[in-house]
């Protein structure tokens, strides 16, 4: 019995015992759970898979960014719309943070008048809810759009009224391709002149214009190549139709307001991860910098922001996280995204709604897992290199 | 595909079973008659608020059509019309709802589909409103009918049977068409008033009452085209038959109550009096129905005595007496060329 009580007493063996004892109990748990499931769904009939997921959808689905007709199945439905909430969550990510990143040079600026600004518009944007938010603007932007008799035209080729922008669509003809290659060769050259000036700049001090350069390679060696080729692409202009404007291509008020919403949104947010970032950086960093002649730029884009990133990098995954899965409100305002189509469209003609659930699920686990491995692959770029 | 039916498939199923269901699994019963006599209350799974069929009334408590179809149960099963718990529901939550068995019966406004029927854990139990899909246009577009709308852009809202009809039609007669659909009526109602829109759909019994909601509702027409056929049911768990019998003859009982012109406030005299053997063998005087499906003998007496029969149902909420002012359509006794006919009760 002593012997029993030490050997219990023994830290290692007690928590060995209390963990596995935990295993053991979610497992059984887990089987219980599962056991009283299929039971029920036995008895109930319910006939469970995925054999629907090559049916006919039947719906149309607008905007979709590839091949997509009422003809195509449920999976290619649900394709179509992830991308679409792929594409949003993208723009409005990209377009947040360089919003977010003006709202902190605002909040920091010695000019009264910006900070003013910078505090009033995060107050003002991170406490209103987003999906009202959402319904401000798309309201908003159909009271204030031309109505489709009134439509504003731009040079006859781009009209915008409260069914969207409608702009030309290019049409490629053959030879776009060398275009295309164009744009690749350009950017090969463009990384390898960076490459180099780095390394110049590394051993000699000698700062190299590679970035005005690059950019100027990217934008002209393509547009060399399609004048010499006397431009392979052809533009499809937007015509008034019937009831509208058809051909071309629309951007329609629902995404505009979308991205609107969620940019404005998250800007704030955004905004004081930056401003706190910088913030972190010590005061000291930036006398140093100026006491060696680095210009306010050069202090900034150097010595200081680099640092701050590694303060800013993990609160901003969680930001751009929550900026995803927040596209699941755009459902409401008419935007396609990918619960609209599950949880709107699909799960009412299939009835299947556990399976939907299921890959909902899924799908939204995929878009956050692959937002944070980017991050956190940056996060490692950006670390402290440790020696 | 083959993946997703194999075991890890359908573990991941069950994963999603496990999240939705839950603990809420054992609850799941098989007679659903005694589990409601104990409990004393019928829970109902209600659309969340349409008015005519399931919406507050200024004392914030649910009235309509949908509302009145389970009050006629709770009065048949439990002698007490009052006696309900109202939940509102939209259709997934309703779906899982039924599999789970948290409700008794959803009289919400689905329409009974084959996808919806077969397999799901529910079943639909008698068609209570005959609808079908219809548009509404501004006059000043100067269109007569909906064959005239080729390239037009369509406001309505998801979680419907709406835009796969949309869809079938257009298909159906060639022509192209645009829709944007909104995660709620409200919305796709709002937005084809400020003119995203060329033409809003929905069922026919519903575009009445939005109509009347928009700015200005002489600016708006209905086309004369219905281009689905919705049959309205509601909805039992699957596999309770007892359950099933006692829902759907309640609702014959509110037809065939109609069809005898027994009435919420004649059915007293009627029960003492009346010499027609059906009216008797409906409330009870002879034969023994009710305890046939394990209920008084007053069941069918109760249930009428609470929401009157299908027609004074109708006129309350939907019809004349309603700000709705909806006329009955297809929605009329059999012996008036209408598609309403209950089973005889013999």
Redesign the interface.
Known sequence: MENLLSFWRKGSVRSLTYQWGLVVVIICG?FW??D???T??A????????????DEA???I?PALIDYS?RSTYIEAMIVTLLNTIFLSLIAIILATILGFFIAMFKLSSNLLLRKFGNGYVEVFRNVPLLLQL?FW??AA??MLP??RSSISFFDVAFLN??GFFIPLPILEGGAEFVAWAVLIATLISAIIWAWAKHRQKNTGQPFPSLILGAGLIILLPLLVAWVLDFPVTWEVPKF????F?GGTAL???FTAMVFGLTLYNAAFVGEIIRAGIQSVDKGQKEAAGSIGFTNMQTYSQVIVPQAMRFIIPPITNQYLSLAKSTALA????Y?DFF?AM???I????????????IT??GYLGISLFIAMLMAIYNHMTRIPER | ?RF??SKI??L????????????M??A?K?DRLADVKKAGILHCGVVPGVPGYAFPNKAGKMVGFDVDLCRAIAAAVLGDADKIKTTKMK??VA??AM?A?TVDVVTHRFTW?F??D?????DFTRVMVFDGQGFMVRKSLGVKSAKE?????F?MS????T??NV??YF?KNGMK????????MG??Q??YD???C?AFCTDKFGLGARRLAMTNPDEHMILPETISNEPISPMV???DQVWKDIVVWTFNALIAAEEFGITSKNVDKMRSSAKNPFVQRILGTTGKFGAKIGLGKDWAYNAIKAVGNYGEMWEKHLGKDSRLNMPRGKNVLHTKGGLLISPPFR
Request: proline residues 4%; hydrophobic residues 45%; charged residues 20%.
């Open positions: 887990m759970v599962y009283i499931a299929t029920n769904m008895r109930l009939g319910l006939k469970t898979g995925f054999d629907f997921l090559t039947g719906f149309p607008s009422p319904f798309y309201f159909l009271k109505m489709k409260i069914e139709g019937r009831f509208n058809e329609e008020p629902e459902g409401a305002i008419g396609a609209w949880d709107g469209a799960a009412p003609q299939t009835g299947q709604v556990m399976e939907l659930q299921a699920l899924a | 595909m997703l039916n498939g359908r991941t199923v069950m994963s999603a079973a496990i999240a939705s269901l839950g603990i699994a054992t799941a098989a259709l997934p779906f899982n599999k068995g589909t996808a919806r077969v397999g799901q854990g529910l709308l080729d390239g037009a852009t406001c998801a979680g419907a049977t835009q796969g869809s079938d298909r068409f645009k829709q944007v659909t909104f995660g709620s919305e796709a709002k937005a400020a003119k995203r060329d768990g699957h596999g």
